[in-house]
Antibody, heavy 119, light 112 residues
Framework: QVQLQESGPGLVKASETLSLTCAVS?????????WGWIRQPPGKGLQWIGN???????YYHTSLKSRVTISLDTSKNQFSLKLSSVTAADTAVYYC????????????WGQGTLVTVSS | EIVMTQTPLSSPVTLGQPASISCRSS???????????LSWLQQRPGQPPRLLIY???YRFSGVPDRFTGSGAGTDFTLKISRVEAEDVGVYYC?????????FGQGTKLEIK
């Protein structure tokens, strides 16, 4: 069974860099998938942040592109998110998810981790 | 950026009755590979989103057949034939045809 688990600090100071990792287990043949990050501010809807494929090609949301880096470590079966120069507006639950390339859908999600940006 | 607009934003439904959620995209969602990457997700209270439907109408593994997706072009619908208590939550449509991927605002399904 495919499982994803986010980890990282729950509190980040304003202007610093948010760093999260997503550990993935229970799958094979990574070439058929993209690995993505989505966030959800408290009480609000979902925002796609970006994704990465098995070749390391990344796609980012236009509004976050200047601050986001997603990377993949296939040897550890994990991928990571870095978001620089954070502000209070970046406070959210951050989810990692797998996207099936053929379906174009986010089929497996992590439980999510709340990251609060403090001033 | 493709804007996804859902209606209604809130839907009170009686148990055992049908429910319907509409999702409209600001541009057509047919990809150059001829697929339409429109999916529906359910988010129960306190839980991460869960995939229900992909490519307009394909039910994901384990999803009850009371959930049905339909539509084409810019207009899509999720229907629940008979609402059960476990269906309470927020439903999102999502397009993955064009970057950046975008979600609808969400429709809150609640029991009357």
């Amino acid at each position: 069974q495919v499982q994803l688990q986010e980890s990282g600090p729950g509190l980040v100071k304003a202007s610093e860099t948010l760093s999260l990792t997503c550990a993935v287990s229970g799958y094979s043949n990574s070439s058929g998938y993209y690995w993505g990050w989505i966030r959800q501010p408290p009480g609000k809807g979902l925002q796609w942040i970006g994704n990465i494929n098995h070749s390391g090609t990344t796609y980012y949301h236009t509004s976050l592109k200047s601050r986001v880096t997603i990377s993949l470590d296939t040897s550890k079966n994990q991928f990571s998110l870095k978001l620089s120069s954070v502000t209070a507006a970046d406070t959210a639950v951050y989810y990692c998810a797998r996207q099936d390339r053929n379906w174009g859908a986010l089929d497996y999600w992590g439980q999510g981790t709340l990251v609060t940006v403090s001033s | 950026e493709i804007v996804m607009t859902q209606t209604p934003l809130s839907s009170p439904v009686t148990l055992g009755q049908p429910a319907s959620i509409s999702c409209r995209s600001s541009q057509g969602l047919v990809h150059s590979d001829r697929n339409t990457y429109l999916s529906w997700l359910q988010q129960r209270p306190g839980q991460p989103p869960r995939l229900l439907i992909y490519k307009i109408s394909y039910r994901f593994s384990g999803v009850p057949d009371r959930f049905t997706g339909s539509g084409a072009g810019t207009d899509f619908t999720l229907k629940i034939s008979r609402v059960e208590a476990e269906d309470v939550g927020v439903y999102y449509c999502m397009q993955a045809t064009q970057f950046p991927y975008t979600f609808g605002q969400g429709t809150k399904l609640e029991i009357k």
